[in-house]
Every structure is written in structure tokens, then in C-alpha cells.
């Protein structure tokens, strides 16, 4: 299976940004995608997450309001909007695949990772 990151870029505080997430190799049938972020230095924290089969969705309690998980089944992608960015929202963005979507965000529970995107968001 393989997950490809798109959409990260540069943008001012306030600002949009969609991130994708085209998975390969794997259906929503079966796993949940999550997505996590690193900032340098600090730890990889879960952001967001979704299962179609469960119905289940859990969001970084920061980005509650801010972000949104959806899937596009056709596609085989995950997206995430991510609306009224912040400075502390800068960070690689990386999906990853699980069986389930936990509020937990544990990310050894998630089989397959993606090779990350970055995202900065400048004051």
C-alpha cells in the first residue's frame, strides 16, 4: 500500500489550505486514514481521523472548528480542510492508514505512513 501527501504550502495566518491524501494499494472498505503533524523538534501528534466503516471522526482538540476530514471514495483520497491557520499549525503533515480511527491518535496502530508535506503558516 502507499499514501501520497499533496497540497502543503506557504501561507499567511488566517489563510486556507487542503491537504490530500491518495491512497494506493488499500480501500476505505478496510482502514481508517488519520492525519498527523510534526513541528521541528517536537513530537508527531494525530490531528484528524476517519473510517467509513466505523463512521467514527476525532479531531486534535486545537483544530476542532478549524479542520475537516472528508473522503472522497471514488478517488480513493482523504482530504483535510484546514481553514483559519495559525503559526503553530506549522508542521509536516503526514496520513497514515489503521484499522481503526481512535481518539487516541496512537501512531503505532497505523500500518501505513505517507512521505509527509510541509505546512507553514507565517504571522
Known amino acids: 500500500a502507499q499514501l501520497v501527501e499533496s497540497g502543503g504550502g506557504l501561507v499567511q495566518a488566517g489563510g486556507s489550505l487542503r491537504l490530500s491524501c491518495a491512497a494506493s494499494?488499500?480501500?476505505?472498505?478496510?482502514?481508517?486514514i488519520g492525519w498527523f503533524r510534526q513541528a521541528p523538534g517536537k513530537e508527531r501528534e494525530g490531528v484528524s481521523c476517519?473510517?467509513?466503516?466505523?463512521?467514527?471522526?476525532y479531531y486534535l482538540d486545537s483544530v476542532k472548528g478549524r479542520f475537516t476530514i472528508s473522503s472522497d471514495n471514488a478517488k480513493n483520497t482523504v482530504y483535510l480542510q484546514m481553514n483559519s491557520l495559525k503559526p503553530e499549525d506549522t508542521a509536516v503533515y503526514f496520513c497514515?492508514?489503521?484499522?481503526?480511527?481512535?481518539?487516541?491518535?496512537?501512531?503505532?496502530?497505523?500500518?501505513?505512513w505517507g512521505q509527509g508535506t510541509q505546512v507553514t503558516v507565517s504571522s
Open positions: 494499494g488499500l480501500t476505505f472498505d478496510d482502514y481508517a
Open positions: 476517519t473510517s467509513d466503516t466505523d463512521g467514527d471522526t
Open positions: 497514515a492508514a489503521a484499522i481503526y480511527c481512535r481518539e487516541s491518535f496512537d501512531p503505532y496502530e497505523y500500518d501505513y
